[in-house]
């Protein structure tokens, strides 16, 4: 469990997954990614996070507002494995529900989770990479003191050829 002044980064638990399955299931927090995801995918998606934590120490823990309890979303970062362009590597990511944005979260639950990780786990690099049009999430890696990459851009195949989407831009620690 990671802590700062209002978050709490932590194991996923059950009472998780609901407000979990919201957010995965909103179309504006889901905008820049494939689909929305149904409950059944969302609580797929909780397990791997958790699953990775377990074996790692580390990965996308979920985000707890301290002074209320309430699941924000996720941040941390994930082992990225071939045949992902980054891979070997970590990515750092995060997703949080539409009322959490714009209050600094993600950029201090992030902050927290790759302090841990360069410092506990020894990682040496971590990268981040969305969709050129994604400018909040690209603003957040810029304030989290990442270096944007244009060399490690890539075409993300989980867009068909010619998506709006498809370019994926790349930073690093």
């Known amino acids: 469990m990671l802590e700062t002044e209002r978050l709490v980064l932590r194991a996923w638990r059950e009472e998780d997954l609901e407000p979990f399955a919201a957010l995965n299931a909103d179309p504006e927090v889901m905008r820049h990614f494939p689909s929305t995801l149904s409950r059944t995918e ?92 994604n400018l909040p999430s690209q603003a957040v890696m810029e304030r989290l003191g990442m270096t944007r990459r244009p060399d490690l851009d890539f075409d993300h195949l989980m867009f068909p050829e010619g998506h709006d989407l498809r370019r994926a831009v790349v930073w690093s620690s």
């Open 42 to 133: 969302s609580d797929a998606l909780a397990a791997r996070y958790q699953s990775h934590i377990d074996e790692h120490g580390f990965g996308r823990w979920a985000v707890e507002r301290r002074e209320d309890g309430v699941l924000l979303g996720h941040s941390g970062p994930m082992q990225m494995t071939p045949p992902h362009p980054l891979a070997p590597g970590a990515e750092m990511g995060w997703r949080l529900a539409r009322a959490a944005w714009g209050q600094g979260y993600a950029t201090e639950a992030s902050r927290a989770a790759m302090a841990y990780c360069f410092e506990q786990i020894g990682l040496e690099q971590i990268f981040a990479f969305t969709s050129a049009t």
